[in-house]
């Protein structure tokens, strides 16, 4: 880092700090600020009615074109309203036509959350022996929609998207659980060939079944 | 006859004699809407001169500097949103830069320039929202309407590609956090054929205006050196004739590579910031432009994002040129995975303290009008 005393920086002219390495910059130096004419009596009203004028201009091209009227009539365009496909809304778990996930309950989300807002809770008795999720605790309340649970997920499980109009009159509603069951993954789920077999592995977990499992705060 | 600066410094009247005045003090704000936020500004009037202005902050106050120290450095970029949203992939930048260079982290050419174009998108649309405001501030509605009418066409490029709108989180230490959006490239170039005409409109509309000209010709000047020794930064700082910007001077991203002037002011009022910001959104539109179309290949997370990134012990500084200064990010790091120490050198907080300098002699008119140049961001002064 270059030490600049405050005379340095008042006097040192661009162009000779700027590195001249690479021929693509076409460097003309700093531009100066064009400043607003004022001449004679006369010649100041006339070109300040002059401006009125032209500003008034703009205006009405606008009022007279309608098709650029850009106004959105929020309530009334919902079927037609398409959020983009990245957009953050409501995280979700991706489940498959079987209703199965792909999450072993690594944690990697809980993790990188910066402020707690999911919370992964194992199953007590895993029916594989290897650890199974069982709650999938999402505060909607304290998420800020960062991303970061979503990218850092291995399998993929998580999504950001949904709808937007998520206002409820109760805020324990805003409490999540994300997973539709207890148990193990699809992949161990599909290996096994008798439908019978597979439920009893799973329990079903409803969006506000259980006592959810809350980290009061800081860091594990 | 135009008044001049003159005219608008007035002497207090003498005490005692027939037109005798009193000074006295008076709130503007925490919730006044040309403040832009809660910022407090008790003036020390007399009749309609302001003889002292002096800010008062902490109304929006959230701690993020300790907070920081609680959070990874990957998770610390996502409050860097939070400081100055207006430039939030700015800050996200400075961030990432300052691990970066800490950690030792080798870039491609692809998060470069990417990184780079996005910043510049960001500088435009936190111009044109500021465009807006200034005419707002000033009494005319139509212009606010017309900024965020264009700025929401960049809006819409950002949420495609990020999914956000207004907090990104989107340049990590090491990458970007998704890569493009297929259909950016095409988005950004329909943007600019749409905005270059705008921006002569712009002109048109508020800038040609002769009350608009008349309320930022000679008000609030701010002289090069009062600017340094205040330590203003970015449009601020130019607009007063000092030719600092740190994409020129210490270039970061691939600001060497591109061509683009920095404009300047010669007087330092108001109108000379009017001006260099709306300079600097046509400069920006053509870096964007000799970016654009020749994004090299490449990946676009360098560190994966389960790896907690761990900084070896040390003092590390970073720092960017956002829309509205330079944002300083210093580190005290202890070798673990999360700071120590984060202290914010934010460009806000050093532009509105020139108002103290600036303001008294002028009326309280006047004080809006400067307050709109400065171009506050109240989230980035108190942080």
Redesign the interface.
């Known amino acids: 880092?270059?030490k600049m005393s405050?005379e340095d920086?008042?006097t040192?002219?661009?162009a000779e700090?700027?590195?001249s390495?690479?021929p693509?910059?076409?460097?003309?130096?700093?531009?100066?600020?064009?400043?607003?004419e004022?001449r004679g009596f006369w010649w100041?009203i006339l070109?300040?009615l002059r401006?009125?004028l032209?500003?008034m201009?703009?205006?009405f091209r606008y009022f007279s074109r309608p098709s650029t009227v850009?106004t959105q009539q929020y309530p009334e365009n919902r079927a037609t309203l398409k959020l983009?496909?990245?957009?953050?809304t409501l995280l979700g778990m991706i489940h498959d036509e079987n209703g199965f996930h792909k999450c072993t309950a690594c944690h990697?989300c809980e993790k990188?959350c910066?402020n707690a807002s999911i919370t992964v809770a194992e199953r007590p008795k895993p029916a594989t022996g290897k650890p199974e999720l069982d709650y999938f605790t999402w505060r909607m309340d304290s998420c800020?929609?960062?991303?970061?649970c979503v990218?850092?997920c291995?399998f993929s499980v998580l999504t950001?998207s949904g709808t937007f109009e998520n206002s409820v009159f109760d805020s324990r509603l805003l409490i999540y659980n994300l997973t539709r069951y207890a148990g193990p993954t699809s992949q161990v789920l599909m290996k096994i060939a008798d439908p019978e077999e597979r439920k009893r592995m799973i329990e079903t977990r409803g969006v506000f079944s259980g006592v959810p499992l809350l980290r009061k705060g800081?860091?594990k | 006859m135009?008044s001049t600066l003159e005219d608008r410094v007035r002497p207090p009247a003498a005490a005692g004699g027939p037109l005798s005045t009193q000074e006295f003090f008076i709130n503007m704000g925490p919730q006044h809407p040309s403040t832009h936020g809660v910022l407090r500004l008790v003036l020390k009037l007399d009749g309609e001169t302001v003889r002292e202005v002096i800010p008062v902050l902490g109304y929006i106050h959230r701690g993020i500097e300790k907070i920081g120290e609680?959070?990874t450095y990957?998770?610390f970029v996502?409050?860097s949103d939070r400081l100055d949203y207006l430039s939030a992939l700015m800050n996200n930048w400075a961030v990432s830069l300052t691990v970066e260079k800490a950690a030792k982290i080798e870039l491609n050419d692809r998060i470069q320039v990417i990184r780079t174009i996005m910043a510049e998108l960001q500088r435009i649309q936190s111009h044109q929202l500021w465009w807006g405001v200034l005419g707002m501030d000033l009494g005319a509605f139509?212009p606010f309407l017309y900024g965020f009418?264009d700025r929401?066409v960049l809006t819409?490029v950002f949420?495609?590609?990020?999914?956000?709108r207004l907090?990104m989180?989107y340049i990590q230490p090491g990458g970007l956090?998704?890569d493009i959006?297929p259909n950016f490239v095409e988005r950004v170039k329909s943007f600019l054929k749409y905005f270059k005409p705008k921006l002569a409109?712009y002109e048109?509309?508020?800038g040609?205006?002769?009350?608009l000209?008349e309320r930022l010709?000679k008000v609030g000047r701010l002289e090069?050196?009062t600017a340094?020794?205040m330590g203003a930064t970015g449009p601020v700082l130019?607009?007063s004739g000092?030719?600092?910007?740190l994409r020129?001077?210490?270039?970061y991203g691939v600001y060497?590579?591109?061509?683009f002037?920095?404009?300047?002011?010669?007087?330092g009022d108001c109108?000379?910031r009017y001006?260099?910001r709306i300079?600097e959104m046509r400069q920006s539109m053509r870096i964007v432009e000799q970016l654009i179309d020749n994004i090299p290949a490449g990946k676009h997370l360098l560190v994966k994002?389960?790896i907690v990134i761990k900084v070896p012990q040390g003092l590390y500084?970073g720092q960017v040129e956002t829309a509205r200064g330079i944002l300083g990010i210093f580190v005290v790091a202890d070798g673990t995975g999360y700071p120590y120490r984060i202290h914010l050198r934010t460009p806000n907080f050093n532009n509105l303290w020139s108002i103290t300098a600036i303001a008294p002699g002028l009326r309280v008119a006047d004080l809006v009008a400067i307050l709109s140049s400065l171009d506050i961001v109240v989230p980035d002064i108190d942080r």
């Not at chain 2, 060497?256 to 061509?259: E, I, N």
Request: with cysteine; hydrophobic share 35%.
């Open positions: 880092m270059n405050q920086i008042l040192a002219p661009l700090t700027a590195p390495s690479s693509a910059v076409g460097m003309t130096g700093p531009l100066a600020a064009p400043r607003p004022r100041n070109s300040g401006s009125l032209k500003g201009g703009v205006t850009v983009f496909d990245r957009s953050r990697f990188a910066p800020t929609y960062c991303n970061a990218i850092v291995p950001m800081g860091r | 135009v609680h959070q990957r998770q996502h409050l139509t009418r929401e819409d949420e495609e590609t990020m999914g956000a907090t989180n956090m998704q959006h409109e048109e509309l508020l040609g205006n002769v009350i000209q010709r090069a050196k340094v020794s130019r607009a000092v030719a600092h910007d020129k001077k210490e270039p060497s590579k591109v061509a002037d920095v404009p300047v002011g010669t007087m109108w000379d001006w260099v300079e994002p389960a500084y």
